[in-house]
């Protein structure tokens, strides 16, 4: 297996560990701060990281069972708005990744390496490979982190703000 392959896997597997040290960092109160600038609260983003698990584990599946075929595409704001993610309990979304990543990361390690060649029709990504879906998702978590650490910045200046006479 290429070494950078073995990287972005690790990665892709340590995702739980670094989404819950991230949340640490934020206090709980402050989940559901609606940001000036980012669509979703942190809240919000941790139910979309579910859901996109949820997506992804099944798009591994084609991949390796039924490569070739078509996997669909979802609106992430009309599901956030939809499904009310603001309303769903974070500690249930947070345990659904948990397993849901666990279970693909194990699948994805024991590929042979043709499987690795395989691809999938995504309306909006074209043709992709298993390299192509690690590659999105290893990086998935982390570009949300990033998102989270700007919303809790901004509540953070407010509250200084407020702080002020």
Excluded at 108 to 114: G, V
Excluded at 142 to 154: G, L, P, R
């Amino acid at each position: 297996m290429p070494s950078d392959r073995i990287a972005k896997l690790e990665t892709y597997g340590a995702a739980y560990d670094e989404l819950c040290t991230a949340l640490a960092r934020f206090p709980r109160g402050m989940w559901q701060y609606r940001s000036t600038v980012e669509a979703w609260t942190i809240h919000e983003i941790v139910v979309h990281i579910a859901d996109s698990e949820a997506n992804s584990f099944i798009r591994l599946r084609r991949l390796i069972a039924e490569p070739g075929q078509a996997v669909m595409a979802y609106d992430e704001n009309a599901w956030a708005r939809r499904l009310d993610y603001s309303s769903q309990d974070p500690e249930d979304a947070l345990q659904l990744f948990r397993w849901l990543r666990y279970n693909s990361y194990l699948l994805a390690r024991r590929q042979p390496e043709a499987a690795w060649a395989n691809t999938i029709q995504h309306p909006e990504n074209g043709l992709m490979t298993m390299d192509d879906w690690l590659g999105v998702y290893a990086r998935h978590v982390s570009d949300h982190v990033a998102q989270m650490d700007h919303i809790f910045a901004e509540w953070q200046r407010r509250q200084t703000a407020q702080i002020r006479p």
